[in-house]
């Protein structure tokens, strides 16, 4: 689906800037899933061993006098940027412990995987030099990294730190996450290195990966000097790791996070575009999601809840020009472009929630599972959890099984979606609502972060009844349940975004109903005492109500 964007959207919009990221480099779907690592360490294998090949290759042909030195340190720089562009979005196209190492200690990687990138790395540059052996003998070394002629190992051990530290910095500056994805990692990762080589190949070779002198050092068994070539790129990741830390935070920021992997699986570029392409036929019209928020742009000094609110209102309505249901349903839809999973839940979701409608206003139903959506999208949570919180409610609200998610979008977001749905067997209000709590603590960080989102939801929703219009007793339960559940999330989930900003919610929602009492007190006495305000509830009286 073509979206027109102007040149600021990044500053103006970052929700819809970051979809536009995620269309251009897919998701980290496929990038996370356990069942296609034999495809991610095949990958980092061929990689490494092109990687090798031209690089020890170089050094054995310059080393014969039959090619230059530019060109010796040049090629291998191409040979990564090739890499990247062809196989990048399928492992990440590491190449190189540190890399590896690098993208694990920002935690951008999980540890878990880095011993197979590794191991997988120095075999695939076993069989590059093994190649080379077989071509042209054990000459040159094997286009070994050693220091040069006139050069110490403490220089070229310098050298190493100085020039991984740069190398590193540029993979973290311009990777998605923890893979090198897309033209900008390929041109500024393959540049790096070939400028490097240029000036820095006569003191220490440029190798700047333990994995490239690994393999011509076993192959030929010559040693010489080798630890250099180990604990200086190490050392150099490291400080490139501090760095990047300084500069933007422990992890890629959600944009980052959301960027992708590539597709892998099967008929997902179809499925990536079908959603768009109904919506384009008028097939499917997901409506808007109205905020009761005040128009305007979040003040940067804003505390974190109020600006996470504001800027959550901002991205809804400041969209230049007026605008009707089913342009606003086109943008809140647009919100999803590009992240496959959650375009395939939100399609399904729409087509079970048809011909429902919300009790507030009587819009379509699914206006909450969007606005549950979003709020897990702009918290940079994963796709599977933003897809999860569109579905949570089919189960509760449609005839949909548990069986049938389970089949459509994997067992994992089957079971996210049943602990955040309530047990239809318990016929009491309060009782069902503390077991689902109860569930909801004993669950992870995934299914306290749909939960919140919920909940952050339903207590808009409950904002936007006046008091001529809610069923105060019901509202009363309800509000109740939300900060009991306010509670438990602060006690399970206390550093998650979302619990800062339903508190911020909920704190809006009894201001708000305290100045609608003091209104109607103004203009009869009677008409307050009918609708007393909510009181906020201390964190003692929360914990009796949990």
């Not at 040159?140 to 730190?161: K, N, R, S, V």
């Not at 440029?206 to 050392?235: E, H, K």
């Amino acid at each position: 689906m073509p979206i027109q964007e102007s040149s600021n959207v990044a500053l103006h919009d970052p929700e819809r800037a970051q979809h536009l990221l995620t269309m251009e480099f897919g998701d980290r779907t496929e990038f996370d899933d356990p069942k296609l690592e034999y495809r991610r360490l095949f990958s980092e294998l061929l990689g490494t061993f092109f990687l090798v090949l031209v690089a020890a290759g170089g050094g054995i042909l310059h080393g014969k006098g039959q090619i230059s030195l530019a060109a010796a340190v040049v090629a291998p720089g191409l040979m990564v940027l090739a890499i990247i562009l062809f196989m990048g979005a399928v492992s990440g196209a590491h190449l190189n412990p540190a890399v590896s190492l690098a993208f694990a200690t920002r935690g951008d990687f999980p540890w878990k995987r880095v011993p197979g990138y590794i191991i997988t790395q120095l075999l695939g540059a076993t069989l590059a030099c093994l190649f080379l052996l077989a071509v042209f003998g054990n000459v040159e070394h094997l286009g070994a990294t050693l220091p040069g002629p006139g050069y110490h190992d403490w220089q070229a051990f310098l050298m190493e730190i100085a020039l991984t530290a740069g190398l590193l910095s540029v993979i973290l500056g311009t990777a998605s996450a923890a893979q090198n994805v897309g033209a900008l990692g390929a041109l500024g990762v393959g540049g790096y290195i070939a400028l490097a080589g240029l000036w820095s190949a006569p003191v220490s070779g440029t190798s700047m990966n333990p994995a490239r002198s690994f393999g011509p050092a076993l192959v030929s068994g010559d040693w010489t000097a080798y630890w250099v070539y180990v604990a200086g790129p190490l050392i150099g990741a490291a400080i490139a790791v501090g760095c990047a830390i300084i500069l933007r935070g422990r992890r890629g920021d959600p944009i980052s996070r959301a960027a992708g992997s590539g597709v892998l699986t099967p008929g997902r570029l179809e499925e990536k575009a079908k959603l768009s392409r109904k919506i384009d036929e008028g097939k499917v019209v997901p409506p808007g999601l109205e905020q009761p928020s005040t128009p305007g742009a979040p003040h940067p000094r804003q505390p974190r809840a109020e600006r996470m609110i504001a800027e959550q209102t901002y991205d809804i309505i400041n969209d230049d020009v007026p605008c009707n249901l089913a342009v606003r349903s086109r943008r809140a839809a647009d919100r999803f472009v590009g992240v496959p999973l959650a375009q395939a839940a939100l399609e399904f979701a729409s087509a079970r929630h048809a011909g429902q409608y919300r009790e507030i206003d009587r819009a379509p139903f699914i206006a909450h599972p969007i606005e549950v959506g979003q709020l897990l999208g702009r918290d940079g949570q994963p796709e599977e959890v933003i897809a999860a919180g569109l579905l949570h409610d089919v189960l509760e609200k449609t005839a949909t099984t548990s069986a049938e998610l389970q089949h459509r979008f994997g067992t994992r977001i089957a079971r996210l979606v049943q602990s955040v749905s309530n047990d239809p067997s318990i016929d009491n209000y309060e009782s069902r609502k503390r077991e689902l709590r109860d569930r909801v603590a004993r669950g992870d960080s995934d299914t306290c972060a749909i939960f919140a989102a919920d909940k952050i939801s339903k207590v808009r929703e409950l904002a936007q009844l006046t008091a001529g219009r809610r069923d105060e007793t019901k509202a009363r339960a309800e509000l109740a349940h939300y900060r009991a559940s306010l509670t438990m999330l602060r006690r399970v989930a206390g550093d998650l975004g979302l619990v800062d900003l339903l508190d911020a919610e909920l704190n809006r929602l009894v201001a708000a109903a305290h100045r609608e009492a003091a209104a109607i007190a103004r203009a009869g006495g009677s008409a307050a005492a009918t609708h007393p305000p909510p009181q906020r509830a201390s964190h003692d009286e929360d914990a009796r109500q949990h």
